[in-house]
């Protein structure tokens, strides 16, 4: 009964792919999130989505492209991968509110070769 | 930019000592929130701080906050090898932003 879980965990591919990581939670939060965490562990927020509707877009590459389906799932589709893009991907989710407290899942772990 | 800053960047100790780590932050805050990412791992959230506490507990775990030096501490008391991790402060501005993550402290406690 994993509360957020990521596929895959560990994604090999080459320069110039397309792919495709996928989130889903079972907690019923309204709230979702991608993040990426480079190789200094420095974590960084890449989108926010509220209700299937996007509400936070950093400043993140259009090649980057998340979509919801439905408030449970969050995917995140990548074109053109470049070796910078290696890093670790991880989703979370939370309940919106003051507390703000949020349930990452284990991890994307992406390498561009 | 990056809001939070952790101190130190590493930190080692011999199992049953206490570990103590300190986040500096630059904006108001609603909250702040410490997590442990364990090798491999996702975050998990430990303790949740609002801006206008002043100390919390948990278990083994002490955060304080000091919103005059936008400044807050994480004390675990007598650490176990299973402690060993990456720590990050997080904060919120308010309950409709991301939070903004620390670069982490690495605990290592050593048996």
């Known amino acids: 009964d994993t509360a957020v879980s990521q596929t895959p965990k560990y994604l090999v591919t080459q320069m110039g792919n397309d792919k495709s990581i996928k989130c889903e939670q079972n907690l019923g939060h309204d709230t979702m999130y991608w993040y990426k965490q480079d190789s200094k562990k420095f974590l960084k927020i890449m989108f926010s989505y509220n209700n299937k509707e996007l509400i936070i877009n950093e400043t993140v590459p259009n090649r980057f492209s998340p979509k919801s389906p439905d408030k449970a799932h969050l995917n995140l589709h990548i074109n053109s991968l470049e070796l910078g893009d290696s890093a670790v991907y991880f989703c979370a989710s939370s309940h919106p509110g003051d507390t703000h407290e949020q349930y990452f899942g284990p991890g994307t772990r992406l390498t561009v070769t | 930019s990056q809001q939070g800053e952790e101190d130190p960047q590493a930190l080692s100790i011999q199992e049953g000592e206490n570990a103590t780590m300190n986040c500096s932050y630059k904006?108001?805050?609603?909250?702040l929130q410490w997590y442990r990412q364990n090798s491999g791992r996702g975050l998990v959230h430990l303790i949740l701080?609002?801006?206008?506490?002043r100390e919390k507990h948990s278990g083994r775990l002490r955060v304080t906050l000091d919103t005059s030096k936008k400044s807050s501490s994480l004390l675990i008391t007598a650490s176990r090898a299973a402690d060993t991790a990456s720590y990050f402060c997080?904060?919120?501005?308010?309950?409709?932003?991301?939070?903004?993550f620390g670069k982490g402290t690495r605990l290592s406690v050593i048996a």
């Open positions: 904006t108001s805050i609603n909250n």
């Open positions: 701080i609002r801006s206008n506490e």
């Open positions: 997080a904060t919120a501005f308010s309950g409709n932003t991301p939070l903004v």
